[in-house]
Structures are given as C-alpha cells and as structure tokens.
C-alpha cells in the first residue's frame, strides 16, 4: 500500500506541478544564479521525484522538459557507499553511455555523475556510479540504489540538452523558488567579484590572489612565480599575455556556489584554451571566498591540470614568437593577388600604408592594373623569418613571382602593423636574389 500511496501522490503532482514549477517572469529556482546563453540545466526534487530540464534562450529562461524520476530507496544525502541514497549538491555529467553498452535495467541511456565531487571529499563522503539513468521496469517513487532513474522516453528527450562535462545537475530535497529580482542580485554581485579573480591573475600580486581564497583552503600554487614571469616578460617583449574566460555559469546548493567556465589565454590575436575550471565559493561577510578550486576539465596535452595555465601560456607565446598566425595572413594575400581578387587584396593593407612613394590608394590602383594586365599570376613564399615585436611584426621571405609578363626570385620584406584588431601590411619592399 505504501507504494501505491506513493504512486497516486506523484501522479497529483506532476498534473498540478507544471504551474508550481514552471518558469514566470519573476520566479526562477534559487538555484540557477547565472545560466548561461545555449546552455541547459537539470533540476532533480528528491520530495516529489521530479526532474526539470531549465534552457536559457538568449531571451528568457524555460523550463522546457519536467517529468516523474525515481531517487535512492533511502531518505537523506548520501554519506557513504551502499546506503541506498541520492546525494544532493551540483553535479555534472561526466560521460554518455548508448543503449548498446548498458545492461537492460540502466534503460536507453546513460549519464555518469561526478560524485563525489570536491565538497563530498571535503566532507569525508563515499560511495559512486550515481548516474542519470533509463529504465526497463515501471518507474516507482525511491526505488533506485541512489542514482536517478527516469522512463527511457524521458532520458531520451533530455539526452539532447545534456553537454558532456559542462551540463549541471543540481539535486535538492526540495526546490525554493525565488524572486528573479533578487536572483539577478546575487548573480551581479558574485559575478562583479569573480572578475577581480580574473583581474588578480592577470595583473595582480600573488597576496591579491590568495585573498580571494578561505583561510580554511589554500591552493597549490607552486605555478605562481613562472606565470607572473611569463606575464612581465610577455608584456615588456609581444604584449598582453591575459586569463580569458567564457561560459560562465554559477549554481547553488547548500550555500555553496559552483562556478564553471572555459578558462583560456589570449595574446594578440591568438587564443589558448586550457579547459573547464570549477571554483567551489562560499559567502564572507560582504564577499566571497573560494573554498575550493578544480578542473572539471582540462585539455590532455596538459601535464597536469596544477601546470596547466603555465604550460599553455608558454605554448601561445612560443606561437606567437613564431607567428603562424602572420604565415597564414601572408598566404591569404598572396591568394587574393594570384586569383586577381582585388578588394580582398586591399583588405589586407594598413590605412597608413606606403611603399615606393605611393600611399595605399596609389599601390592598390598600381597593381590592379598590372592584374588586369597579366593573363596569370603565380606566387608562391618560403624560408619565412618573422621578428614579433609588441608594435609591429617583421616578416622576410622567399618570394618566387611569376606572370605572363614579368618573372622573378627575391627577398619581400612586410612590416606589419596592428589595426582593427587586425595585422595590416604597413611597408613593402622587394630586393632581387
């Protein structure tokens, strides 16, 4: 009777829940601080067996799927392997398995969690193999070993939202439902806070950086002394070597913020990503402080993700010293020249351009009508040596020219300079070999 009583209750709720749950204009779960744009987030309610699938559109946040799961058998967070609960916290789905790599009773498909994670550990938690999961049988209230089980047509539906690594699952006893306003608040003032994390690594001292962190916590931070003699001596030399970040989303539970994002460097015009960072941040007084700092994600040319910001930021500078980027640039203006595409060609000159007494105008006009005077064009570049400095970049190189007119070998010679976000051609000269 117990579970019959159960099943009629859950019926009740999933035909009356939709307008309880459902996403308005002024209420969204106090969870989801900050989704970000594209992304997804899955809401699982232990006391109404409940999942709900929360989009942001660009425009508003839905919730776009809801439905009946089942939870662990027993009442209560998970503490330790075998206790037959469903943990509660932020969550994210860590792997896919397919319906034919599953046994019949994990259904259609499968979601690893990433239980325990770090605040488990911190807590002296156990236990994995907590899953979002399909089913084979009749969904019944708490009648999973933990995991969250749902209908495989459900799993299915919901299976297009989820992103690897990157998609939250957030579990609760119960969801709270909050003012948007006062949501949007909380999200303005952690976000304004987690930009001077990003601004104390960028230009900030290794105490500004440490400040941010809970006395309780302290990183590793053997990396600290490399990463702020990589960042002078790329400033004094190229420019500005920065932490980028994109994708941030922020979710709570328990008083604990998760903040996830693509962390990533960029110098110049050229971009390093380093992977998916996780900062575990609790409330101080008036700020915040991180009581715990992770890869969720990291790329596998890595070391290791303790040397990861320091082995990619030696990485983009070492590119950008040897300017593949500029190799590339001279290619597609070489391209444009020989297929006779002549604004393309003009594209790729500084507005202050000048060679042979002839500004950008005079030279474009020049050698548009050697273009339409020549039946063929053919050149081709080698042996580039390329002198990046912080204003302008050098480059010398084999030129091989040939044309139904006029043939030649010799050393062309480009300075380049920076503009709209951009490397323009500002000088050009040629000497036969």
């Known amino acids: 009777m117990h579970h019959k009583f159960k ?91 397919e319906d034919n790599e599953l046994s019949a009773i994990y259904g259609k498909k499968a979601f690893p969690l990433d239980y325990p994670n770090f605040m488990d550990k911190v ?7 907590i899953w979002l999961h399909g089913t084979n049988k009749v969904l019944k209230a708490m009648d999973s070993n933990g995991c969250v089980a749902m209908e495989d047509t459900n799993i299915l539906s919901i299976s297009d939202y989820i ?14 439902m909050t003012d948007f306003h006062d949501i949007s608040t909380q999200s303005n003032k952690i976000n304004g806070w987690f930009k001077g994390w990003v601004t ?30 990589i960042r002078n ?48 941040v609790v409330e101080r007084g008036n700020s915040y402080r991180i009581i715990g700092d992770i890869y ?32 590339d640039v001279i290619k597609d203006w070489l391209k444009a020249w020989t297929e006779k595409e002549m604004n393309i060609y003009a ?26 005077r020549y039946g063929y064009i053919n050149v081709s570049a080698s042996d580039f040596k390329i002198i990046k400095g912080r204003e302008k970049i050098v480059v010398k190189f084999l030129q091989d020219y040939k044309s139904s007119g006029f043939s030649a070998t010799g050393i062309k010679t480009l300075i380049f300079v920076n503009e709209d976000n951009g490397w323009k051609i500002y000088h050009e000269s040629w000497k036969k070999k």
Not at 207 to 227: A, F, N, T, V
């Open 7 to 97: 099943a009629v209750l859950l019926i009740i709720i999933l035909l009356i829940g939709t307008e309880a749950f459902a996403n308005t204009p002024d209420k969204l779960p106090d969870s989801l601080i900050f989704l970000p744009v594209n992304s997804n987030a899955i809401l699982v309610e232990k006391s109404s067996q409940q999942v709900f699938l929360y989009s942001n559109t660009g425009t508003e946040i839905l919730n776009n799927l809801q439905f009946l799961c089942s939870t662990g058998e027993a009442y209560g967070d998970k503490e330790k392997s075998g206790d037959k609960k469903t943990p509660e916290g932020v969550y994210f789905i860590k792997d896919r398995y």
């Open 123 to 129: 807590a002296g938690k156990s236990g994995n193999n």
């Open 163 to 176: 992103a690897i690594n990157d998609t939250p699952v957030i579990i609760n006893d119960t969801i709270s």
């Open 200 to 229: 104390a690594l960028n230009s900030g001292s290794y105490h500004d950086y440490l400040d941010l962190y809970d006395p309780s916590y302290l990183p590793k931070i053997i990396w600290w002394k490399k990463w702020y003699d």
């Open 233 to 280: 001596k790329t400033k004094k030399n190229i420019g500005n070597i920065s932490v980028v970040v994109d994708n941030k989303g922020v979710y709570k539970q328990g008083g604990v913020y998760v903040i996830l994002f693509d962390l990533g460097l960029k110098l110049l015009e050229q971009k390093n990503s380093i992977g998916l960072r996780k900062l575990f």
């Open 296 to 327: 969720q994600s990291f790329k596998k040319e890595s070391k290791n993700s303790k040397s990861s910001l320091v082995f990619w930021a030696e990485n983009l500078v070492e590119n950008v010293e040897q300017g593949p980027d500029i190799k």
């Open 347 to 372: 594209s790729y000159y500084s507005k202050d351009f000048s060679s042979d007494g002839l500004n950008k105008k005079e030279w474009v006009e020049r050698k548009t009508n050697l273009s339409k």
